[in-house]
């Protein structure tokens, strides 16, 4: 993948028609995936003192309790990039005025943490809905100070492969936009001034007990943007055959009646070094990156 363009099977029309639209929860998936990237955590020997938890109303609002009782005197900045979701992220993160918690531990602020103060900043799930990630990963990065931590996850290109290969097979246009690859992940990361990247990947198999539920699982976690996606509304004998597809070309290799579908879930974690500074003649520094290198100096 070019680190100049972005993701061609993606519609940024529909992408950000999707991050206004999509609901204020957080699916069983999110969530189930936030925690198991909240254990990982335990490998990281800094503790933050300010942290970011970027779009947790979709990414895990469970998950964010978790976070909050690992990191409980921390700091943390509660960013929702959809206007629509931040009263719910409001909602549910803020600490009520009659509460004991609200005076003790760190404080919560719904708003963007400043350039270069965060030590952590945590995106479950959220990458893989982006017309332009590149943009959104050196937004994280400026937000970062040195030494500080990134931690995401979100969709890789096996998620789906049963539901493409039945879309393939009736030759309709492809079920969803392609996810990107984690080694591509990677040079992203390293492309927007990240070090040490490390990638790592599962499969998920959900099981569903019909073809309308495992539907409904779908419409909860995104939408497809590909670009060639069916344009007009489908009808109902389609949608009718639709789900007697589903039920005879996805059932589970276990013979018991349920439907399988795979998800392929990718975790990154990188962390962003003291800045390089090339002298060729003249050089700027900016403030910010100049007591950044004085500290790490000292």
Known sequence: MSNTTTPP???????????RAAPAQSPWLHEEVA???????????QTPTVWCHWDPV????????LLRQRYRDAV???TETAPTRQAAAISALEKPWWSAARWTGGANHFSPPPDGTAQ??????????QPDPQALIAQWHRSLAVDGNLMFSCLGPDTLRELRGLYGALDWPAPSH???????????????GFAEPVMDMERM????????RLLQELRELGINLHPQRFAGLRGRRW????LHEIGQRLASPAADGTLALTFEIIYGHAFKPAPRVAVTGESAVSLQDMRAMLRGSR
């Open 58 to 65: 979709r990414g895990g609002l469970a998950a964010h309790a």
């Open 205 to 212: 198999t959900l099981t569903f007990t019909s073809a309308a």
């Open 9 to 19: 099977t993606i519609d940024p029309i529909a992408a950000a028609r999707w991050q």
């Open 178 to 192: 392609t996810f990107t690859d984690m080694h591509d992940w990677g040079d992203m990361l390293v492309h927007a």
């Open 239 to 242: 949608h009718a055959q639709l």
């Open 35 to 45: 925690r198991r990237m909240e254990s990982r955590l335990d490998w990281i020997r």
């Open 76 to 78: 943390c900045h509660i």
């Open 120 to 129: 952590m900043l945590w995106a479950n799930m959220a990458l893989h809905m």
